[in-house]
């Protein structure tokens, strides 16, 4: 197993710099074609920082090619509880005020690219969440493909109540998953969503005992890697073109991935 973890300033064979890492609160283990992702700053709560964000998109960069499937999960007692709050009392990196809409712009871009590269068709991402998953953390788990949860997880979109907008990648897949009214309501609301509901809602595929937790996670990464690479990357690629395509489009796309596959399997 290579694990990059704190420490000396060295770089790492299977990820970014060492110290990267640790200025983000990361720690990443790649064991094959599995990499581990956990977000370890347990006396935090695993609170993110810009330096998390920028941390997690330098990852997903410089993920090895071997890699199918991605896990995230949090240190101590909870999977994230969200943004930093040292940084609204102007600790740290202080905040784009937006005074410059397109600076501003490129910054929130540049911390969405810590979510949005979970979407790659090449890899399937698993978020196993216990504990709080706030706000950025709620986010991070929704960028996933699929969300583990333990019987104590509560979800909760925390940052209306800040004066803020989920901005995090967030919105769609929440919107996806649970509608926009039940969307509108759990974000106006601020109000925290516990085990039994989220898998009511489709927030976590899998509910399990908090102690059950890396279990459930183990023999799910088995599974899926179980299955042909090629056929995985084909269907997680048509799957999320689903939602945005219409019948006839997804049809096409249907042929056009499986002609690909009929080629690997059978062609001469
Ligand atoms: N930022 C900074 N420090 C945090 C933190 C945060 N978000 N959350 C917890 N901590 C710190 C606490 O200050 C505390 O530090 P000390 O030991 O020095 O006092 C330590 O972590 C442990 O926290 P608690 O004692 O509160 O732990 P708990 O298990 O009883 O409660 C919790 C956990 C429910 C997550 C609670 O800490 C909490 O409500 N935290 C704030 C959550 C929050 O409002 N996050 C912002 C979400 S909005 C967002 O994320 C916006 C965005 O992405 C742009």
Not at 97 to 108: E, V, Y
Not at 193 to 209: C, F, K, N, Q, S
């Amino acid at each position: 197993m290579a694990e990059a973890n704190a420490g000396a300033g060295t770089a790492t064979a299977a990820g970014p710099a060492e110290e990267v890492l640790a200025e983000a609160g990361l720690r990443l283990e790649v064991d094959g074609a599995v990499a581990t992702v956990t977000l370890n700053r347990p006396e935090r709560r695993n609170a993110m920082t810009f330096a998390t964000w920028r941390g997690l998109a330098a990852i997903g960069r410089s993920l090895p090619e071997g890699v199918r499937v991605v896990v995230l999960r949090g240190a101590g007692p909870s999977f994230s509880a969200g943004i930093d709050l040292s940084m609204f009392s102007g600790e740290g990196e202080g905040f784009a005020d937006g005074s410059d809409a397109a600076a501003t712009d490129r910054f929130i871009a540049e911390l969405q690219e810590g979510y949005t590269w979970l979407r790659r068709p090449e890899i399937v991402t698993v978020a196993a969440v216990h504990g709080h998953a706030i706000g950025g953390g709620f986010q991070l788990a929704l960028a996933c493909d699929i969300r583990v949860a333990a019987d104590d997880v509560r979800f909760c979109m925390k940052e209306p109540a800040l004066g803020l907008v989920p901005d995090l990648t967030g919105t769609k897949p929440l919107v996806e998953i649970v509608g926009i009214g039940r969307a509108l309501e759990l974000c106006l609301t601020a109000r925290t969503v516990h085990a039994e509901e989220a898998a009511r809602l489709g927030l976590a595929e899998i509910v399990v005992p908090r102690d059950g937790l890396d279990a459930a996670v183990a023999e799910l990464v088995a599974s899926l890697l179980a299955v042909n690479p090629g056929a995985a990357v084909a269907t997680k690629r048509l799957l999320w073109e689903a939602p945005q395509n219409t019948l006839e489009q997804q049809c096409a796309a249907e042929r056009r991935e499986q002609i690909g596959r009929l080629r690997e399997l059978f062609g001469k």
